[in-house]
């Protein structure tokens, strides 16, 4: 018989209030992994949980035992038709995410994500003058969305005027995850939902948003990375349609709801904790360990699954070949055995040992990292440039789903000295 | 931020220059070579951002200065920034920008003598940084390459700059001089830019080099100066926007100098490239990226591997320590630093 929590952790509505700490607690306390049935799959579906950080590190960094390619990289399973229709570099194993990597990484290196820092400083101080003007509203809409969609559409050349769209989509593709059943036609969608990403018809809606927008940037090319992808070869090889298109929703995907996640927590943080970000005021080095205190915290990502490609052990216990195993990096980044008072929000909290926020290591690790390091950090610092109060109005409302913790709506309070 | 159009002066045919008020004090002074990034929205609706470099102040002002972008083929569209700016903008306007910022600065901490390279209106930074370095130690040397007198932008300002200052010489080249430009007074020479030119009038290849104008003038630039045997960390140029690096490159560094004195030199074997260590970079996969070299890389932690790199000559020394590391013979270019001079297989 193998060892089960009291819950099942598949189930959306767990997540409605954020990270269900006491269940995570108890998983980490467990001997071996926890089996989570999945009973709608079969009798014997299911998938193992993993909540310790170093047993998180270790799945992560071992991509031949544990596959993103082999099998789905979210907890339930598709048809094999579905994965190769939705893979993009998230769903492959070296070297195939390598050849891939190689294609954006040269957008992400460090010297190239400082001269975003400005445009993000002018963009976040603008937004932050005149929701002050207003003396608040939701902090969702009025900051943690415009602020990373805005930088993710920047590098790909999406235009302004499409980007609450892209906003929607990806909103819509994560509902894909919840309970709700979700229009099968919406965005034109023709493809059956279960070949779709998240099976959610918002994936068509991006990819068929992508293919004109590589078609335009062929005929037409411009400074952009999504001129890059469509022309560039790689070995004589150019991206194929498809394999463009899924990486370009990945592109928007993640570099749109993780940071927003991680912004929305932020003001709930500052709400709670002002006199802790006060103190950056006078010790700068503070603003590095406050970012990644609040991605710690706040998990943007709550897990991935891998897929065992063979016999293996793991904290004790026994794995198949072709067992599901789930990573919940909002376990690990509260694990008690990494992280003193792993429960307390501390900014002061040394950066090392890591956190599991950007993934527990290994070659997937996220990629727009650094790009949300400085996202964080200017608007941070242009907050407490304002002198801004953020009080919360309103309880918090989650995004129901177990993928992401999401924060749909945030009504606060706001009072400081705006800058125009 | 906005600024207040406080002057607009026409410098020639095609080049105006447009005189700033910002709303607020800047953040902070302006480094010569630093630019502002214009933000307009266009008929499409999407917002258009350009950037120009700060071509100098005035009383406070900041003065950019800017050429009218024609279309290059009669079905392309003019520059839609620039048309605007020469066409619309007026005294009195409000425009919109961030900065300053760029990549693409005169480093102040050097003593060595200057070369300032400029084709058409590449001057705009290189000008700044001309001003700047006027009254100091430093010997300065402004190469200025354009079609004619015609088009030739602020070349009053810099005769003025010369005969005020010592330290400041020019030299002006015209492609094809017009039956109104007068060598001697206008121009210093017919053609282009040679290397015997920059042979006879800079003091050697211990300068440091700054570079800017149109893409193939700075590749032909570029291309000389290497060699010339110009170490490529003396050598800085222009760098606008971010696509521009995404196309990878080889050993194209974009930095001034900044060696440290009897620090270690790393040598990249493949890209034959060989650069003096910074002690302000973190770590050697950044310093790679630094000067132009694209190493493969995942999680910049030390947990994946994918910058493992194989070590020719020297060692390393790990100042973040990796989850594991690599074996004999290799490094973990995300996590070290260079211990003496170094040889890497990249």
């Given at each position: ?118 445009v993000?400083?002018?963009r976040?101080?603008r ?19 415009p602020i990373?969609i805005g930088i993710i559409c920047d590098m790909l050349g999406v235009p302004e005027k499409d980007r609450d769209l892209m906003i ?45 927008l ?8 411009k400074?952009d ?196 | ?38 933000e307009s929205s266009s008929d499409e609706g999407d917002p258009i951002r ?297």
């Open positions: 018989m193998k060892q089960q929590l009291d819950a099942d952790l598949s189930d959306p509505g767990l997540f409605d209030r954020g990270i269900p700490q006491q269940l995570f607690k108890e998983l980490r306390a467990m001997d071996g992994l926890a089996w989570n049935p999945l009973p709608d799959e079969g009798e014997d579906a299911g998938f193992w949980s993993v909540g310790r950080f170093d047993d998180v590190a270790a799945v992560s960094r071992d991509p031949e035992t544990y596959s993103s390619a082999m099998g789905h990289i979210q907890m339930y399973n598709i048809d094999d038709d579905a994965l190769s229709a939705r893979a993009s570099m998230i769903d492959m194993d070296p070297p195939d995410h390598t050849r891939l990597r190689r294609l954006v990484n040269p957008g992400f290196i460090p010297k190239v994500l400082r001269t975003y820092t400005e993000v400083r002018e976040a101080g937004l932050l003058d005149d929701m002050l003007a207003d003396g608040g509203g939701d902090w969702v809409d009025r900051i943690s969305k990373p929607e989509m990806t909103d819509y593709l994560v509902a894909g995850t919840s309970a709700e059943p979700l229009d099968p036609t919406a965005y034109g969608n023709t493809t059956p939902l279960r070949l779709l990403p998240f099976n959610s018809p918002a994936a068509h809606g991006l990819r068929e948003y992508a293919r004109r590589g078609d335009e940037r062929r005929a037409n090319p400074d990375l999504v001129s890059q992808l469509v022309s560039m070869e790689i070995n004589g090889e150019r991206l194929t349609d498809e394999e463009f298109t899924n990486f370009f929703r990945l592109l928007i995907f993640a570099g749109n709801e993780t940071t927003r996640t991680a912004m929305s927590h932020l003001a709930i943080h500052m709400a709670d904790h002002p006199g802790q970000f006060e103190k950056i005021k006078t010790d700068a080095a503070l603003l590095d360990t406050a970012v990644e205190e609040v991605v710690r915290y706040s998990s943007p990502i709550l897990y991935f699954r891998r897929t065992a490609t063979r016999e293996t052990e793991l904290g004790g216990t026994k794995i198949a070949r072709g067992d599901r195993v789930v990573m919940w990096y909002a376990s690990a980044n509260f694990d008690e055995t990494r992280f003193e008072d792993a429960q307390t929000f501390d900014i002061t909290r040394p950066r090392m040992p890591a956190h599991a926020g950007y993934g527990g290591g290994g070659v997937h690790t996220c990629l727009g990292a650094g790009l949300a390091r400085i996202e964080l950090k200017v608007l941070i610092e242009e907050i407490l440039a304002r002198n801004i109060r953020i009080e919360i109005d309103s309880e918090p409302e989650y995004v129901s789903t177990n993928f992401v913790n999401g924060v749909e709506v945030l009504n606060v309070k706001l009072t400081g000295d705006a800058k125009s | 931020m906005n600024f207040t159009v406080s002057d607009v002066i026409v410098e020639s045919e095609i080049i105006t220059s447009f005189l700033l008020t910002p709303e607020a004090p800047l953040k902070r002074d302006f480094v010569p070579g630093e630019y502002l990034l214009f350009r950037e120009y470099s700060i071509s100098g102040v005035r009383d406070g002002d900041i003065r950019i200065t800017i050429k009218r972008e024609v279309a290059p083929e009669q079905d392309l569209p003019h520059g839609v920034m620039s048309t605007r700016f020469h066409d619309v903008v007026k005294k009195g306007d409000i425009v919109r920008a961030a900065g300053p910022m760029g990549a693409f600065k005169l480093d102040r901490t050097s003593d060595r003598p200057v070369v300032l390279l400029s084709g058409g209106v590449g001057l705009t930074p290189v000008v700044a940084m001309a001003h700047d370095l006027a009254g100091t130690s430093r010997q300065t040397i402004f190469i200025h390459a354009c079609e004619n007198g015609r088009v030739h932008a602020l070349g009053a300002e810099m005769r003025q700059l010369a005969r005020e200052h010592e330290n400041i010489v020019n030299h002006f080249l015209y492609r094809a001089p017009t039956a109104e430009d007068v060598k001697g007074r206008d121009y210093n020479t017919e053609g282009m830019i040679s290397r015997k030119l920059i042979e006879d009038l800079t003091p050697g290849c211990d300068c440091d080099f700054y570079l800017c104008g149109p893409g193939p003038f700075m590749t032909a630039m570029y291309d000389m100066l290497h060699d010339m045997g110009v170490a490529t960390d003396r050598i800085a140029y222009e760098f606008f926007g971010p696509a521009t690096v995404l196309r990878p490159k080889t050993a194209e560094p974009n930095k001034a100098p900044t060696p440290a004195e009897g620090g270690p030199t790393v040598a990249f074997k493949q890209s034959g490239v060989q650069v003096a260590w910074d002690p302000a970079e973190q770590n050697l996969l950044e310093f790679a990226e630094e000067h132009g070299i694209m190493v493969d890389f995942s999680c910049r932690a030390g947990s994946c591997d994918t910058c493992k790199t194989r070590v020719l000559k020297g060692d390393v020394s790990y100042p973040i320590e990796p989850f594991e590391r690599p074996g004999p013979g290799y490094a973990l270019l995300c996590c070290c630093v260079p211990d003496g001079d170094l040889e890497l297989d990249i």
